[in-house]
């Protein structure tokens, strides 16, 4: 069964760890280099048109935001990392925060991991996919933006995607648009699954 969204409201942005929210709800975290659409694709799953704000501009979400689902379930849209315009203390802030998160968040049950569909993965991207296989957290490597890419060439960059992430390991991913809402479904089914066990 796919998770059925029926509300959807913004709860906080967090800059610290200490102002993470109490409430004890299980987290499904959305993750991946910056302008690659995370804010786009959980609009979509909300079926809202702008509640997390977007950009053309990389590097638009610089904070942990937290959106409550069902009043029962927390997507958690974080900061782009690979963002170069960004003076290195703030990168080392962000990346501190990211995965503090990351490894301290006793209620993120899954990871929704973006790439972008036209592009192979960047050795960041390879990097972050091993520490979340490592990991004990459930996650989903989703390639996003598919609408930009015709049948014949999404196919082929599937199967090159598929390949260089064979380095890391076998995983599976799930092409997605935020603009045509394509893998919506299967994306709302993974989550269910995550959040019901
Ligand atoms: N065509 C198309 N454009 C998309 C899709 N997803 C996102 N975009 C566009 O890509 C740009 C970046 O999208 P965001 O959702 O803001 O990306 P983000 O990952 O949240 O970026 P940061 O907050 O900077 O980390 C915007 O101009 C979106 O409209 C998609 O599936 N298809
Ligand atoms: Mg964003």
Redesign the pocket.
């Known amino acids: 069964m796919a998770l059925e969204v029926r509300q959807s409201d913004f709860v906080t942005s967090v800059g610290w760890l200490e102002q993470l929210p109490h409430e004890d709800f299980p987290e499904v975290a959305f993750a ?10 959980i609009n979509r799953l909300m079926g809202r048109k702008s509640l ?1 704000q ?3 501009t ?4 610089r904070t942990l935001n937290f959106y409550l689902i069902n009043r029962n379930l927390h997507f958690v ?1 974080l ?2 990392y690979g ?1 170069a315009k960004r003076s290195k203390s703030e990168r080392n802030q962000w990346a501190a925060l990211i995965n503090g998160y990351l490894e301290t968040s006793q209620k993120l049950r899954g990871i929704v991991h ?1 790439i972008d569909a036209r592009h192979d993965p960047t050795p960041e991207d390879l990097d972050m996919i091993d520490f979340l296989t490592h990991g004990d957290r459930r996650f989903l490597l989703v390639a ?5 890419l015709s049948k014949n060439k999404l196919r082929k960059r599937l199967s090159d995607t598929d390949r260089i992430v064979s380095q890391v390991g076998d995983i599976p991913i799930l092409p ?4 045509t809402g394509a893998g919506r479904h299967e994306l709302l089914a993974w989550i269910e699954d995550v959040v019901s066990r």
């Open positions: 991946g280099r910056s302008n690659v659409g995370k804010s786009s694709l997390a977007t950009s053309n990389p590097g638009k979400t849209d900061p782009g963002f973006l996003t933006k598919i609408d930009k997605f648009s935020a603009t």
